[in-house]
Nanobody
Framework: LLFVESGGGLVQPGGSLTLSCAAS????????IGWFRQAPGKEREGVSC????????SYGDSVKGRFTMSRDNAKNTVYLQMSGLRPEDTALYYC???????????????????WGQGTQVTVSS
């Protein structure tokens, strides 16, 4: 799969953004999908993941209640709705595929491949 992330930008604290991750090169429905982020000088961390059918999601503790992940397999696209944004959410956001669909999706970076190039989210006043 080849992923292209979009929708990032500059937003004030408390604001909202919706990121999109469009896949090509194969059916998205065969994979769990994860959103990850990496801030300068920090390790890449898991933000959220969604099962291949979309009926199960998981979120990192820092974004629970503020971010919502969804997918549209017909459009080969996943989304990340972000609200209540904080300066600490500033990072490069990536999507990636987890081919192991025999278990629930997980937020472990090594389980994922086919990483996109990322979209920058900056939260600042």
């Amino acid at each position: 799969l080849l992923f292209v992330e979009s929708g990032g930008g500059l937003v004030q604290p408390g604001g909202s953004l919706t990121l999109s991750c469009a896949a090509s090169g194969g059916p998205l429905r065969w994979h769990h999908i994860g959103w990850f982020r990496q801030a300068p000088g920090k390790e890449r961390e898991g933000v959220s993941c969604i099962s291949r059918t979309g009926n199960s999601t998981s979120y990192g503790d820092s974004v629970k209640g503020r971010f919502t992940m969804s997918r549209d397999n017909a459009k080969n696209t996943v989304y990340l709705q972000m609200s209540g944004l904080r300066p600490e959410d500033t990072a490069l956001y990536y999507c990636a595929a987890d081919p192991n669909v025999l278990r629930q999706c997980v937020l472990n970076v090594p389980e994922y491949d086919d990483w996109g190039q990322g979209t920058q989210v900056t939260v600042s006043s």
